[in-house]
């Protein structure tokens, strides 16, 4: 089936045409992600992964010229980066396409989001739930940002993997409350897999409070100059005490101190958390969206 797939659909009258990557796309690819970084961190730790598998990405391209666009297939996700052009796949090619790669869910930019969200409904494929975020980013801690620990038994570290037992319920949770959208099953195997994960990389941080841990919050993705936070998370009976802060605060001033700003997304309905990232530094930047299918 793979090898019959029509890479090379035509759209907009011979124009346009989306075809699969090849490796000289790649240094055109990694200029524009560079260029848009602060807006497509995402897209960047996706291609910075995968791009050795031209399998996963897309190139919108005008006869032999450059690449003027493009889509990155990771899992079950797919992120475009239009970067201004609507000359989306046809019905036909997302049909063929469907039947290769199983897509759950599309993020990016709402601009560009929204664009496949109609492309994608011609294909008769019904939308779940849709997250709207703002996307905020920091390139430097505040001076005078100073968090002091008051309460002595709170503690701050590192987990280790003989700590995955009591994080996995924290992820669970995290996942449940802000990950999964409306109608989906809960997968625990995947979600401890998930955390493992990350704790093996080591870029994550943990609040723990009398010998038991409450919060956590971590990397998702490491982009060229950037990283992504995501994952944090406070369980609801420790809420109101300043643990998510304290916790947020000590894990954004260590990443800086590595030289790469910090970029995350937070729910445009979430005002604590808006808070809390504002009273930091961050500055809301732009729109993004994740829309399940």
């Known amino acids: 089936m793979t090898g019959d797939f029509p890479f090379r659909l035509r759209i907009c009258e011979d124009v346009f045409r989306w075809i699969k990557m090849n490796k000289k796309d790649i240094p055109q690819i990694e200029n524009i992600l560079r260029e848009r970084e602060n807006d497509c961190v995402s897209a960047c730790g996706r291609f910075i992964e995968k791009h050795p598998s031209s399998e996963r990405i897309w190139c919108l391209k005008k006869g032999n010229g450059g690449v003027k666009a493009f889509l990155i297939s990771s899992r079950s996700t797919l992120i475009p980066v239009l970067c201004g052009f609507k000359e ?3 019905p036909d090619f997302l049909n063929v396409f469907f039947k290769i790669k199983k897509i759950h869910s599309i993020q990016g930019l709402t601009d560009e989001v929204i664009i496949f969200e109609k492309a994608f409904e011609k294909t008769g494929r019904n939308i779940a739930d849709i997250f709207d975020y703002d996307l905020m980013s920091l390139d430097s801690f ?8 008051k309460n002595k038994n709170l503690k701050l570290r590192v987990p280790q993997m003989n700590d995955l037992d009591e994080i996995a319920p924290l992820q669970e949770a995290y996942e449940k409350e802000e990950v999964i959208p409306k109608g989906s099953v809960f997968n625990p195997d995947a979600s401890r897999i998930n955390i ?3 704790i093996n990389k080591g870029q994550i941080l943990a ?3 009398d010998g038991t841990l409450v919060g956590k919050i971590n990397v998702s993705a490491v982009s060229y100059t950037r990283y992504l936070v995501g994952g944090v998370f406070v369980h609801p009976d420790f809420r109101g005490a300043g643990i998510g ?3 947020t605060a000590e894990f954004i001033k260590n990443l ?3 030289g790469k700003g910090v970029t995350l997304f937070v729910k445009k309905n979430n005002l604590a958390a808006r808070r809390l990232y504002l009273g930091l530094g961050f500055s809301a930047r732009g729109d993004y969206r994740i829309t399940y299918y």
Request: hydrophobic share 50%; aromatic share 8%; charged share 20%.
């Open 245 to 247: 802060r304290i916790m």
């Open 256 to 258: 800086i101190s590595f």
């Open 196 to 198: 493992a994960n990350i």
């Open 88 to 90: 989306i796949p046809s």
């Open 142 to 149: 505040p001076e005078g940002k100073k968090n002091f620990i």
């Open 207 to 209: 609040a723990e409070l």
